[in-house]
């Protein structure tokens, strides 16, 4: 492959990258506005935020993409570039997976800690700071590591709208070279070189959290085993 192509390939991969961390980030501020609403106390804000998680994770990422690219310039007279259509839409539909993540490690705090908050007379916003998020943000990086890497094959589906990540690039030099056996196997390669990053850096940024909180996997595995000899009446150390 000459060194053209290879620019070309490595363009596509800026391309994805950019994407990526453009859509990570409204997803992760959809996430937690949509999740932290569907634990709000009034029905009509629940109801709101159930409304928007069910629609955008009941319909198709590709679809919405032609939606945004397609449908939005006509309805409302605003044309967005392939970058920022693909950010919208897929910073949309993910952040309805990651706000169930939110809403389901929020409502996994033991509720003794947020009654002790009530006591002290900590105001909701306050409870939510201090007790609720510090405790249910380590909880949340291992579900939002698998959301980032699906996220990251979901940029995928950008090309089909002439955007030129690293899929579409990857087409492009399969057809001067029509070697298909080759680009697409540098292509997987890529992408799971990019995933593994994302891992090891999700897996570095949950131990430096709990850490923060006081726990470590160390001692969770020490809980779990204590937890299953009490159970089952095998195994455990005695301290």
Request: glycine content about 10%; charged content about 15%; proline content about 3%.
């Amino acid at each position: 492959m000459t060194s053209g192509l290879w620019e070309l390939v490595l363009e596509g991969v800026w391309t994805t990258v950019q994407l990526l961390v453009l859509s990570a980030l409204l997803a992760a501020a959809v996430s937690f506005v949509v999740g932290i609403a569907r634990t709000h106390r009034l029905w009509i804000v629940r109801f709101l935020a159930g409304f928007y998680t069910e629609v955008f994770r009941g319909t198709s990422a590709l679809v919405m993409i032609f939606w945004v690219f397609f449908v939005l310039p006509v309805a409302f007279g605003w044309q967005l570039v392939p970058l920022w259509a693909g950010t919208l839409a897929l910073g949309l539909t993910y952040g309805a997976y990651g706000s169930e993540i939110v809403r389901g490690a929020l409502q996994s705090v033991d509720p003794a800690q947020q009654e002790g908050g009530i006591a002290l007379g900590f105001s909701p916003a306050q409870r939510m700071r201090l007790i609720l998020l510090p405790q249910a943000v380590p909880e949340m990086i291992p579900p939002f590591c698998n959301l980032l890497v699906e996220l990251l094959k979901g940029t995928a589906l950008v090309s089909v709208m002439g955007m030129g990540d690293l899929t579409f690039s990857a087409n492009l030099v399969r057809l001067a070279l029509q070697q298909s056996a080759e680009i697409y196997t540098y292509v997987l390669l890529i992408y799971f070189v990019i995933a593994f990053l994302i891992t090891r850096l999700m897996r570095g940024l949950e131990k430096r959290l709990k850490a923060g909180v006081g726990k470590s996997a160390g001692t969770e595995s020490a809980a779990r085993e204590l937890k299953r000899a009490q159970t089952t009446g095998v195994g455990g150390r005695v301290a």
